[in-house]
């Protein structure tokens, strides 16, 4: 008796054992595969350097400087630092009867008033009008061999971007500022006083003021811009001729 | 499954009905013992029963099983089949989504280089313009420093022949007094004469004037 028992008892577990490796019915079909959250695009176009109308940021910063004087006048570069003060060098607003400022894209900016600074050959313009764009400055001077690009209206003709390396540091050839100033290879002209020189990411590293006859261009760094920015008594009115 | 199986057991010999007969003076020799009946193998007919009974309950039982499993089996397949056209279908319909995303994606890509080409071209231009005027305004700057200096010059020739004039008619006027010296008091002359060194001083002032003019 008891080895039907044990043998009906066996029958039942095979028989379920069975039913479980039975294929199970389909589940239905989703209506749809499409995930509910959109997934984040593989690669993007370097939205980072989008623009509200295609040029880029340096181009943006860029001012062109027209300096009226008494009898003469003269053309340089400059660039915004903030919404209404851009930085340019003190040759480019000296003797000035009037200050003429112009965007990268052909826009008027009116000039309120120019202040230069005695220890090296920076000058800041107030403006009345917003700049387009400023850029950051950079934390520390760069390095040699670290790339370099100016950005600028050479000849006073159309806005130039041009590359180079920072070649090394001299005392300032001109003494027109205390202290090492920067020496690149990046190609510059008469106009392009003032126009900022900027790294890898975009910030500023320093400020273009002159050239010599081996075509190497020299850079007041931007540590002494940033200690004169941040000096208020290192700026003092432009004196103006007439 | 199975239940009893293999032969059934013979019944044996059958018991004699008379006691074998004993040779006289001894026992019996070679005389076979009498077989045990067996006491638990039921009757051959008794047993033959239940387990054909057992069998057909087996079969049944099999055959109603076998159904069963075919029948889930069918609408499992059933199932699967549906869902593999529904998978199908719906795999048909992304894959016509994709395609024509694609054919979208190009065709936008396509439209975005030629907009990019446009920008670009856009920007040139703009710059151009931006130079264009900037050099409209040097230009401007210069004829209207030109023009600032045309109008000093001229207006420091005017001075020159301004004061020239005066002097000029000043002196002529004191020739005339001096050629008749009785008819005019000498304190007055002397005061015109003064007066008329003072206008050719003016005009030799203009005069410096216009040649500091000339020389910017």
């Known amino acids: 008796m008891s080895r039907r028992v044990g043998a009906a008892t066996l029958v039942g577990v095979l028989a379920l054992a069975g039913c479980a490796a039975l294929p199970q019915p389909a589940p239905p079909v989703p209506g749809s595969v499409v995930p509910s959250s959109a997934p984040a695009p593989s690669a993007s176009a370097d939205g980072s350097q989008l623009s509200p109308d295609g040029f880029d940021a340096a181009q943006r910063m860029a001012v062109r400087i027209r300096n009226i004087g008494c009898g003469a006048l003269s053309t340089g570069s400059g660039f915004a630092v903030d919404e209404h003060t851009l930085v340019t060098n003190r040759h480019v607003v000296a003797d000035s009867a009037e200050l003429e400022l112009s965007t990268y894209d052909g826009r008027d900016v009116t000039a309120e008033a120019a202040s230069t600074a005695a220890l090296a050959d920076l000058a800041v313009v107030r403006t009345v009008d917003a700049l387009p764009a400023a850029p950051v400055l950079a934390d520390a001077d760069p390095a040699v061999g670290d790339p370099v690009t100016v950005v600028g209206y050479p000849l006073g003709r159309q806005l130039t971007v041009t590359d180079g390396r920072v070649v090394g540091a001299v005392t300032d050839p001109l003494n027109e500022n205390l202290g090492e100033v920067l020496v690149t290879d990046a190609p510059v002209e008469p106009g392009s006083s003032g126009s900022a020189a900027l790294d890898a990411e975009g910030r500023v590293i320093g400020v273009v003021y002159a050239k010599n006859a081996d075509d190497m261009s020299f850079l007041v760094p931007v540590s002494t811009l940033r200690d004169l920015l941040a000096d208020e008594t290192a700026f003092a009115p432009a004196p103006a001729c007439g | ?216």
């Not at chain 2, 002359?189 to 203009?206: I, M, N, Q, S, W």
Request: one cysteine or more; glycine letters at 6%.
């Open chain 2, 1 to 216: 499954m199975s239940g009893p199986s293999g032969p059934v057991p013979s019944p044996g010999p059958q018991p004699p009905a008379v006691p074998p007969s004993v040779p006289p003076g001894g026992w019996p020799a070679a005389a076979p013992s009498p077989q045990p009946a067996p006491t638990d193998a039921p009757p051959p007919a008794r047993r033959r029963r239940p387990a054909v009974a057992v069998l057909a309950v087996l079969l049944v039982l099999t055959l109603v099983g076998a159904g069963v499993l075919g029948t889930y089996l069918w609408r499992t397949s059933d199932s699967w089949r549906d869902t593999a056209a529904d998978w199908e279908a719906l795999a048909r319909e992304h894959g016509a989504q994709v395609a024509q995303t694609q054919a979208d994606l190009e065709a936008t890509s396509s439209e975005l280089e030629a907009t990019r080409g446009q920008l670009a071209t856009a920007q040139t231009r703009i710059t151009e313009l931006a130079d264009e005027k900037a050099q409209l305004g040097d230009t401007t700057a210069a004829q209207q420093q030109l023009a600032d200096y045309q109008t000093r010059v001229s207006r420091a020739a005017g001075d020159v022949a301004t004061a020239l004039t005066n002097c000029i008619d000043g002196q002529k006027r004191l020739i005339e007094y001096l050629g008749d010296t009785s008819r005019y008091d000498a304190d007055d002359l002397a005061r015109f004469r003064a007066d008329v060194e003072r206008v050719c001083g003016a005009a030799t002032d203009a005069n410096a004037a216009l040649q500091r003019e000339l020389a910017r």
